[in-house]
Structures are given as C-alpha cells and as structure tokens.
C-alpha cells in the first residue's frame, strides 16, 4: 500500500498570528470597535479586569474582520500549500477567538483541524519555525510618517511671509519650531490613520502598500509610534505662545475625530480638511505674534475646499473607471463626480476672486510698492486651479493633490513664478 510521504511526519502547527498573519488580530479588532464608537473604550476597559478570555470573546463579538481583508504572508501560504500537497497534516492554532479562526481556515481551505483560544492541539506536533519573521527595515518607518506631507506645514510660515516679518527677531524661529511640531504631531494622525483604515486599505491598489496593511510594520509599533511622535510635537509646541498651543490641540483634536468618523460624512468631510488647512494659516499667525488677515483666511478656506473636493474627485473617478460604485468608507458614490466637479472649480475660482478683491483694497497699499504686480498672481492661479481640475477630469490626478502638486513640473514652475511676482511687487 502506498503512503504518502506527509503523512509519515508529524502534524504541522501554524500559528496564525504572527506567522500566518502579520498583523495581530485582538488589537486590529479592538481599533475597528473604537472606530465604531470611542466610547467603547470604557466597555473594553471593564471586559479587560474580568479576564483575558472575557476581553477577547466581547471583541469578537461585536467585531468581525473579514478573513479576505487580512495581511497574509504570502510566503508562508505557498510553503503551506506544498506542505499540504505532499499529504501533511495541517493545525491552524491561535490564542484568537474561536470563531474568528474558523472563517480563516475556511477562506484559505489549507487546514484540517483549528485549535483556538486556551486550547492546544494533542499528539506529537512539530511548532513552525521554518520561515522566521524579519525586522522591519528603516524605509517602514519612514513611509509610516509620510514626510512628504510635511510639505502641506509650511503654511505655518505664510502668515510670517504675508507680513514681511521674515527677518523678525524670532520669528523665523517660531516659524520653524511650529512647522516641526505641526509635522510630527501630523505623522502622529497618519499612522493613527492607517491603523483605523487597515481593512479599507488592504483593499486599494496604492494604500494596500502602506507599511501597516502590508504588515511591514505591527500594530503594536503603530502604537507606540503615533504616542512617541504626539509627545515630541507637544513638547515642542510647549515652547510657543500659548496661542500656538491652542490651536495645535484644535487640529489634532479635529484630526483625531476626522479619522474616527468625519471623513465618512458628504460633503463635510472636504470642509474638515479645507479647515484643517486653514488652521495651519491661523496656527502659523499665533506662533509668531502676528495679525491673522481676514483675506488670508478667506483665501484659504476656497482654495483648499476646492483641493479637498479634487481629492474625492480623484478616488471617485479612480473608482469609476475600476467599474465601481462607490468608495469604501467615505459616503460618496460615482454619481457624485459632476456635482463634486462643479463645486470644487467654483470653490477655487472663488479663492481668485478674493485675491483679486484683495489686490484691489486699501490694505495691500502698506506692503507693496507695486501692487498692481500682484496681478499676475490671478493669472497664475486661474491656469493652476484650471489645469489641476482638467488634469483630475482626465483621470491623471493623484488621490492627494499635494503630492500632485510636488511632483509636477508645471505646478512647480506656477510656484516659482508666483514667488518671483510676489518679491518684484515688493
């Protein structure tokens, strides 16, 4: 009689978290359940001193992650499927919940038995230690904070440029101090971010390869992460007018709560993050004692309403032309594009029209001795807000118009020659 060559070796463990998965499901089900509700956290808190087992059954409960959505070495699955080929036995294992393990093991069809919660499988077994996990490597860690989106801080200093008070006794200083603590306090967000969408991010084509849906880095490193990186910003906001501290409290706190929940809400979602921006402007005015201009403010109120609505422009199209209704998590259908379209050209030729009103009154007088120069500025942005909106019709826009903006040539080029006319007007 033959005998297949597995089953002459003893049954194989997996374990699923932390071998089979890369990401650690109790802590990656208990941030969806505090993205459901905050409030959860006092519930979670009293599941927590009754035990354990107690604290992991109610997750599961009320969680349900879906096995199709999960970080799965795809190393160690075709290693397992050859395993399994040769007629080996296989044991799913994992302190998880039970039922949670059961969905894996049916999604992935590879296992015949699965051992869970406070259970381990009887009989000789071998533990798998076949395919040790790495460490993750530096780039993580830096993709993790985004620092190419530190370059959206730099408005802290318009309201220091837009005074002339550049060479100011401190004030460049303050300037400098507040774009640092804005940036680290917005990695802060990202990676709290990331760890609140990793089901939705999984599923994107780009997001999929952010350090924590892919499983380069845990969530328990995220953790820590967006703690360390709160910590500095505060400290260094410490040291700040009051004012500063204020403010920079406002955007965590308003960006902490788009993450949890606004950025599921039409329309006022694209609000929040033109405010968001705006209090950059109005954290910039605070940081370094200077009056916050009402054009300004309204200035960047349309410009960034009408980034924000390219930004949901942009994943909406993306999404059409996958042949899919609807963005996951956000409240806005295919449907939406000409209307989203409509709203945001309207909101940055509005943004034109205050600078041309602006240029017009008596308060450009005490900063420019040309002002008529700044009319060149209209132009500028007239082709800009026009080409970026063009370029998101035709599908050539990046999902973060920032990003766009860094990289393209010609929105580089707009900003030299925008900074040109603003020192000849000078």
Not at 61 to 67: D, F, G, R, S
Not at 231 to 242: K, R
């Amino acid at each position: 009689m033959a005998v297949a060559v597995g089953a002459t070796q003893p049954p194989l463990c997996v374990d699923l978290e932390g071998s089979l998965l890369s990401g650690e499901l109790l802590l990656e089900s208990l941030l969806q359940l505090l993205k459901r509700n905050p409030l959860y956290l006092f519930r979670a808190t009293f599941w927590l001193l009754r035990g354990k087992t107690c604290f992991r059954s109610q997750i599961a409960k009320q969680i349900e992650l879906e096995p199709n959505a999960l970080a799965y070495n795809r190393e160690l699955l075709e290693w397992l499927r050859a395993q399994r080929q040769s007629g080996r036995t296989l044991w799913l294992c994992t302190a998880a919940n039970e039922r949670l393990a059961t969905r894996v093991a049916a999604h992935l069809q590879l296992f015949d038995h699965v051992v869970a919660g406070d259970l381990v499988p009887t009989g000789p077994h071998e533990p798998l230690c076949a395919l040790p996990s790495k460490r993750p490597a530096a780039r993580a860690y830096i993709r993790a904070l985004r620092p190419h989106q530190w370059a959206k801080n730099m408005l802290v200093l318009v309201p220091l440029l837009a005074a002339h008070r550049l060479t100011a006794a401190g004030g460049l200083v303050n300037g400098v101090l507040a774009v640092a603590a804005f940036s680290l306090g917005a990695s802060s967000v990202y990676v709290i971010n990331d760890l609140l969408d990793l089901p939705a991010d999984r599923g994107h084509p780009r997001k999929s390869k952010r350090p924590f849906a892919a499983g380069d880095l845990s969530i328990r490193t995220g953790l820590i992460m967006a703690a360390a990186l709160l910590g500095v910003a505060a400290l260094i906001a410490c040291l700040l007018p009051q004012r500063f501290i204020v403010v920079f409290a406002t955007y965590y706190a308003v960006t902490i709560a788009y993450s949890l929940a606004l950025k599921g809400r039409v329309i006022m979602d694209a609000l929040i993050l033109a405010g968001l921006y705006t209090l950059r402007v109005i954290a910039g005015a605070a940081a370094v004692t200077v009056p916050l201009s009402f054009w300004l403010l309204l200035f960047s109120v349309f410009l960034f309403l009408s980034l924000a609505f390219v930004k949901r422009f942009a994943e909406l199209d993306s999404l059409r032309r996958q042949q899919r209704l609807h963005v996951a998590g956000r409240g806005y259908v295919v449907d939406d594009l000409p209307l989203l379209q409509s709203l945001g050209t309207a909101a940055g030729y509005l943004s034109v029209l205050v600078l041309a009103l602006y240029i017009n009154s008596p308060d450009i007088q005490a900063l420019y001795h040309r002002p008529k120069v700044i009319w060149i500025l209209c132009v500028l942005m007239l082709y800009w807000i026009s080409r970026v909106w063009m370029k998101a019709q035709r599908g050539q826009m990046h999902d973060d118009p920032v990003v766009f903006a860094l990289k393209d040539g010609a929105s580089i080029g707009m900003a030299l020659l925008a900074a040109f006319t603003v020192v000849a007007a000078t």
